[in-house]
């Protein structure tokens, strides 16, 4: 223990949900802790801010929960750092007892298939970073003038970018989508958009309420051809197992969109099953996405695509890529690159068979891109849980905590942002959006963020 504070100096790198759940865990335990909270960005709270759709304002609330861990005394944010590139991990090691590693899966996984980098051709995670006004996606450009989209994947990612995609303008207006991607969706020209899922209905992952949105969309009717639905076997014995209620409702669902016909005028979404990309074809650019039917092999609830030999080819001028996630490596830290995450037991960081003392993973970085929000909860206490035990057990050793690294961050970071900044950042953004009628107006680019605070 730090005998000059008295305190644990526990580091937490990564202001997202887990990042903000694993603090919590901290502050409620008996052990006296102090906990440095890193985050790459100016503004804290990962993909609450940057993922969740603007249309899903009150999925946005863990916020306030965050805030309010955030203003505990023992609790510093400190922005605009990158972990691994300007602090190093060996001089994180010296100045803290427990480092917990919190950066989430910030990469998409990639599908493998010839032109898949073609102009046209982007990752959920781009389009989602733009419209939500992070910084990396300021200025990506998306051809919206396009008629037709292919949406790859049946999450609820893949809905947000769909349901992004297809709503009138108006209703997103009220949002607190980037000023930028509202100007760009007001001059669309989509028409229809294909979304396509690699199983079949009764596997797709989205859930209802993500899905129910889809159908209730003003202007935009939902279709699915009714051959489509037709479940083998081994699926049916798959949907009416008790422990199915969401396949079982989407089954529902889908099966009241059979008799919808596309309508002049309206924008249509298209669901598609048991089809997996094969190739995107174009020139300079996407013009068609070249899909093979799969087959479902395997016992239930372990079905797998498997290609046949029958294709088929959509002609679409855009295509959004949204199958999974994967963590991006840490400089000075193993990886699991198959994973795409930080390899642990429990969250204990581990490099081989060996456990790196002091070295703690949550969130997305430790499981992989799985559940809500809330989930990460529960994976955090296990964390903290680790933490505490190994604090409680270990020979008390000297942590000299921020300072030590003090000289390091003063060379490296220009301008670090505190709480307090944060909040100023918040109020201006803010007062932006109430001109507007919008929660808020976020600032797009680092420098403007800062400048509110020069
Ligand atoms: C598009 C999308 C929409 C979603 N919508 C919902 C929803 O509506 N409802 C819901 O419940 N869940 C939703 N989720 C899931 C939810 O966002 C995740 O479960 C959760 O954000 C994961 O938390 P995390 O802390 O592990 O990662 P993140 O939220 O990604 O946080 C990681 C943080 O670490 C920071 N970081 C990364 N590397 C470094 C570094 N080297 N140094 C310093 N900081 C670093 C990042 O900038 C980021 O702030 C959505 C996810 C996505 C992708």
């Known amino acids: 223990m730090d005998g000059t504070v008295g305190s644990f100096q526990v580091a937490i790198v990564g202001s997202g949900p887990s990042g903000f759940y694993a603090a919590e865990a901290l502050l409620r335990s008996t052990l006296p802790v102090h906990i440095d909270m890193f985050e790459r960005l100016p503004t804290p709270f990962g993909l609450v801010r940057s993922g969740v759709a603007p249309d899903h304002q009150k999925l946005k609330q863990p916020i306030q929960v965050f805030e309010r861990i955030a203003r505990a005394p023992e609790f510093s944010f400190l922005g605009n750092i990158t972990v691994g590139a300007d602090i190093t991990i060996d001089a994180l090691k010296a100045a803290y007892h427990a480092v917990i590693f919190a950066c989430g899966a910030q990469n998409d996984r990639r599908i493998g298939i010839p032109g898949e980098d073609l102009k046209g051709s982007h990752t959920a995670t781009e389009f989602v970073g733009w419209y939500n006004g992070h910084p990396d996606y300021r200025d990506r450009i998306f051809d919206l003038?396009?008629?037709?989209?292919?949406?790859?994947?049946?999450?609820?990612?893949?809905?947000?970018?769909?349901?992004?995609?297809?709503?009138?303008?108006?209703?997103?207006?009220?949002?607190?989508?980037?000023?930028?991607?509202?100007?760009?969706?007001?001059?669309?020209?989509?028409?229809?958009?294909?979304?396509?899922?690699?199983?079949?209905?009764a596997q797709a992952k989205f859930t209802t309420k993500e899905l129910r949105e889809l159908t209730q969309l003003t202007g935009t009717i939902a279709t699915i051809d009714a051959a489509e639905l037709e479940l083998s076997e081994i699926c049916r014995v798959e949907l009416a197992s008790p422990s199915n209620v969401t396949a079982q409702k989407n089954m529902g669902l889908?099966?009241?969109?059979?008799?919808?016909?596309?309508?002049?005028?309206?924008?249509?979404?298209?669901?598609?099953?048991?089809?997996?990309?094969?190739?995107?074809?174009?020139?300079?650019?996407?013009?068609?996405?070249?899909?093979?039917r799969n087959r479902l092999t395997g016992e239930a609830f372990a079905q797998i695509a498997?290609?046949?030999?029958?294709?088929?080819?959509?002609a679409c001028g855009l295509v959004f890529r949204s199958i999974g996630y994967k963590g991006v490596p840490i400089p000075g830290m193993p990886f699991d690159a198959s994973r795409g995450l930080l390899p642990n037991v429990n969250g204990r960081v581990t490099q081989g068979d060996t456990v790196l003392p002091g070295f703690y993973v949550t969130g997305w970085l430790k499981r992989g891109p799985s559940g809500i929000i809330g989930t990460n909860r529960a994976d955090s206490i296990e964390t903290v849980d680790a933490v505490l035990s190994d604090l409680m057990a270990e020979e008390p050793r000297a942590a000299p905590g921020l300072r030590a690294l003090l000289p390091m961050i003063e060379r490296r970071c220009p301008r670090v942002v505190h709480l307090s900044d944060w909040f100023d950042i918040d109020t201006a953004e803010v007062e932006r959006g109430r001109i507007k009628g919008k929660p808020r107006e976020k600032f797009t680019r680092i420098s403007e963020m800062l400048a509110v605070l020069s």
Do not use: Y
């Open 306 to 314: 498997t290609p046949t030999q029958q294709f088929e080819n959509i």
């Open 254 to 292: 889908f099966k009241s969109l059979t008799g919808n016909v596309p309508q002049r005028g309206a924008r249509r979404i298209h669901f598609r099953f048991l089809a997996s990309p094969s190739a995107l074809l174009g020139r300079d650019r996407v013009e068609q996405l070249s899909l093979v």
């Open 145 to 201: 003038k396009q008629d037709v989209v292919a949406i790859v994947g049946q999450g609820n990612v893949a809905a947000d970018v769909c349901r992004i995609l297809t709503r009138p303008v108006d209703e997103l207006a009220i949002s607190d989508i980037a000023e930028h991607a509202l100007d760009a969706l007001a001059e669309s020209e989509i028409r229809e958009v294909h979304i396509i899922g690699r199983r079949g209905p």
